[in-house]
């Protein structure tokens, strides 16, 4: 029999196994072997940085106007400097890019608006940006009302164009592919299949061939007469098929929301929507945060696409100026820069996801 | 309003829940065979039986979270069909506590507790928190009422879940193992509850094994086995004098040790 009345007092952990050089020694250099592969690392590291960094900024040229004043061995960001007007905002005319700006601040202002947790409104706000904004948006840009000059779409490109690509199918396709999830998960057998079939469908067919036939094919079905301008048959051609995959994103999250919680809800008299909005939707949706970012990244991504049919995202449009026999041989800067634009946001995307995973985080699970 | 005038009015007369003749099957598998239940208004049931003797799909019959094929099952007057409106207006009479809570992990206590009365109910958001917090300490846990169930003990979130279904002001309750998930310390809080809400005149169903809980509170215990009701009785000669062999197997099973 033992028995013991005191308690250990509580002291810290030893020295050697806190703080930064403990850090070092136990991942980097933890046996002879460990240490011969961090230093060989390190070296390999030294021996590719070295010449980018040369290259990208040391040995750099920024300022000019034409390719003469690019002397120096490294990049030529003159060009880049030159075209960053294009590349931003592709053929839009010069007095009327204010439009493009106003609507994109109007936005920003609106997305930090919702994503800032302290900001009152949010119920008010949300569906201003769901449905005001589109069509403030559409009215500002296209013109044609208040006094606007009209800009026809094959005006628009570069970046801005990649932005309202992107924006729009991700805002439109995650509702459509929530609606497809639960359709699929559906008791009922009609509205199971057609959902079946729309995802399979969609999620079977290259981007590319779906982006060439609502190019080539689709005005064969329209009516005489009838046109849908290029850029909404992208757009639809591009929600559709991202609404596919997010469907099945979103069914995997369903799936991992324990029956109970419906059954909770069913119990307590709640109907099918209410079951679905209220208990499973943000639960799952939560869980589905990586996923459903993974699908917007790639949907930025595959709006390069859209190039095959002639619209001038910011992909296209750095294409189109390396041809310019003016500035002939600065390919490497210009896909560096729209790389480095593609990563940017794409990077945002992936922080801002990972702030809201820990922001929404309950405990555990049941 | 008037349709539960009508029926507390009919309440004195008909039975709270009757199940006539209630057959199910999963697949080829007979669950529940020729069921015949009646439970009076203000009646604590004990249902026990080996696992797998289809206890826990008797009791989620009566609020449709199973379907039955055959029978008949009329909740407070109001017959269960499959009419969705209808099954809706039953599950809002009846209550249910589940072996694993499931409490919403999303949402604080208080709003688990509030928020099928807001919109099932459609109650003002004050007022259904003022109902809630009454309810919950009546369980005895408002201390915790802004923290989420991921926080709390099982024996607390099995009592939130108690004072979320009561919120609904439910006719009748039911149990299913609502103390078989918890650490044994972590039992007795929770029949504690459940006697209490007995002494109040709930009718309530508990599928339990909880024998000392059957013989306090039990106006009858009813023992299944193999999908059917192999015995009836009143708690003291349900114990003390076993008619059924497999009833007396069960006991001397679980009260032998």
Known sequence: MTHNETVIPERPAPRLTVGPLAWLRANLFSGPVNSLFTLLGLYLLYLLLTPAIQWALIDADWIGTSRDDCSREGACWVFVNAR?????????????????????ATFAALLAWLAIPRLPFKRWVAPVTLV???????????????????????????????????????????PIGIVLALGRRSQMPIVRSVCVVFIEFWRGVPLITILFMASVMLPLFLPTGMTIDRLVRALIGITLFQSAYMAEVVRGGLQAIPRGQEEAAAALGMGYWQRMGLIVLPQALKMMIPGIVNTFISLFKDTTLVMIIGLFDLLG???????????????????????????IFCFSMSRYSQYLEKKLHTGHKR | MSEQAIDSQAGAATPMVEMRGVNKWYGDFHVLRDIH????????????????????????????????????????GVPLTQDVKRIEQIRRSVGMVFQHFNLFPHLTVLENCCLSPMWVQKKPRR????????????????EQARKYPGQLSGGQQQRVAIARSLCMHPEVMLFDEP?????????????????????????????THE??????????????????????NAPEPFFNDPQSERTQLFLSQILGH
């Open chain 1, 84 to 104: 960053l007007g294009q590349f931003v905002y592709g053929l839009y005319p010069g007095g009327e890019i204010w439009r493009i700006n106003l609507m994109f």
């Open chain 1, 132 to 174: 005001a904004f589109p069509v403030f948006a559409y009215v500002l840009l296209y013109g044609g009302h208040f006094g606007l000059p009209v800009v026809e779409t094959h005006r628009w490109g570069g970046l801005s164009l990649t932005l309202i690509l992107a924006t729009v199918g991700m805002v439109a396709a995650l």
């Open chain 1, 317 to 343: 449009i750095v294409q189109a100026a390396l041809s310019d026999s003016r500035w002939l041989g600065f390919a490497v800067e210009g896909y560096v820069f729209a790389a480095l634009m593609f990563w």
């Open chain 2, 37 to 76: 239940l009646e439970v009076n208004r203000g009646e604590r049931i004990v249902i026990c039986g080996p696992s797998g003797s289809g206890k826990s799909t008797l009791i989620r019959c009566i609020n449709h979270l199973e379907e039955h094929q055959e029978g008949e099952i009329v909740v407070g």
């Open chain 2, 127 to 142: 007022e259904a928190e003022a109902q809630a917090m009454q309810y919950l300490e009546r369980v005895q846990i408002a």
């Open chain 2, 179 to 207: 103390t078989s998930a918890l650490d044994p310390e972590m039992i007795k809080e929770v029949l504690d509850v459940m006697v209490e809400l007995a002494k109040e005149g709930m009718t309530m169903l508990c599928v």
């Open chain 2, 211 to 232: 024998m000392g809980f059957a013989k306090t509170v039990a106006d009858r215990v009813i023992f299944m086995d193999q999908g059917q009701i192999i015995e009836e």
